[in-house]
T-cell receptor, first 112, second 112 residues
């Protein structure tokens, strides 16, 4: 069993829809949770970062962490075609990126 | 984009040959990483460096070696390339106390 599980999709939704992306994990020592966005043929870039449980909002993006359920989510409101990308969750026991464990990534397409 | 350059961007090589991939950064970041990205597996850490001449193994280090003789350069060597090492390789860096990992554009390696 992988430490971090993420549905690879693909996920296709119409423009303007609310998108929900999720990851589950098995390591209860994870404390730092991140979402990376990766456009086709590019490197990943950090989208959201959360420490421990709770919510964090940044514009149209909201990250949620539920440590009791070992479950994290990324919500995208008013989705745009420019949001079409692969979204990777990542987690770490320690601060810093030295020991990041990534999910498989979910490929998302927003249709105009 | 963070100043991370990977070279080459694409390479086709034959089974059994040695291959070296280069990562060059202009951010003066202490930490550097090599990941590989494969369908169904997401990003997996191969090796990382926490300073000049200081390196450590990641999750999938077998068949790979690394060297870091200068802060700005991190080399990944496939000692004897195999078809299972066909992948997209990403270099990443982080600064001290920084959680965000900055990724390069990737190197697409095909071993035939």
């Amino acid at each position: 069993q992988k430490e971090v599980e993420q549905d690879p999709g693909p996920l296709s939704v119409p423009e303007g829809a609310i998108v929900s992306l999720n990851c589950t994990y098995s390591n209860s020592a994870f404390q730092y949770f991140m979402w990376y966005r990766q456009y086709s043929r590019k490197g990943p870039e950090l989208l959201m970062y959360t420490y421990s449980s709770g919510n964090k909002e940044d514009g149209r993006f909201t990250a949620q962490v539920d440590k009791s359920s070992k479950y994290i989510s990324l919500f995208i409101r008013d989705s745009q075609p420019s949001d079409s990308a692969t979204y990777l969750c990542a987690m770490s026991e320690i601060q810093g990126a030295q020991k990041l464990v990534f999910g498989q990534g979910t490929r998302l397409t927003i249709n105009p | 984009d963070a100043g991370i350059t990977q070279s080459p961007r694409h390479k086709v090589t034959e089974t059994g040959t040695p291959v070296t991939l280069r990562c060059h950064q202009t951010e003066n970041h202490r930490y550097m990483y090599w990941y590989r990205q494969d369908p169904g597996h997401g990003l997996r850490l191969i090796h990382y460096s926490y300073g000049v001449k200081d390196t450590d193994k990641g999750e999938v280090s077998d068949g790979y070696s690394v060297s870091r003789s200068k802060t700005e350069d991190f080399l990944l060597t496939l000692e004897s390339a195999t078809s299972s090492q066909t992948s997209v390789y990403f270099c990443a860096t982080t600064g001290t106390g920084n959680t965000e990992a900055f990724f390069g554009q990737g190197t697409r390696l095909t071993v035939v």
